[in-house]
Nanobody, 123 residues
């Protein structure tokens, strides 16, 4: 079992940056892939980015490619999402999640989820 806690959300102006962190505890975080998803008010949760267990493969939604960077530090049991050039449409609750196996862009493949952190981008 893996417990996940996100942090780093907040209010930022358009064009600004934030770095989200996802601290993991419990089972062997370093053995699993992880991903970030987001859910805006009134919208379904959507895929943002994912990274393989060793960081060798990364995946991004088209809407964030070139602006967001996913990374991880297995020694610290922590994953990150660096978000640059933020836009108002990036406003959402951001969730990190762990995937044991399967398609990294598919929400249903993820076994463990954090509680989410709010990101608000003002125009």
């Amino acid at each position: 079992h893996v417990q996940l806690v996100e942090s780093g959300g907040g209010l930022v102006q358009a064009g600004g940056s934030l770095r989200l962190s996802c601290a993991a505890s419990g089972d062997t975080f370093s053995s699993y892939g992880m991903g970030w998803f987001r859910q805006a008010p009134g919208e379904e949760r959507e895929f943002v980015a994912a990274i393989s267990w060793n960081g060798g493969n990364t995946y991004y939604a088209d809407s964030v490619k070139g602006r967001f960077t996913i990374s991880r530090d297995n020694a610290k049991n922590t994953g990150y999402l660096q978000m640059n050039s933020l836009k108002p449409e990036d406003t959402a609750v951001y969730y990190c999640a762990v995937i044991i196996s399967g398609r990294p862009r598919a929400e249903y493949e993820y076994s463990y989820w954090g509680q989410g952190t709010q990101v608000t981008v003002s125009s």
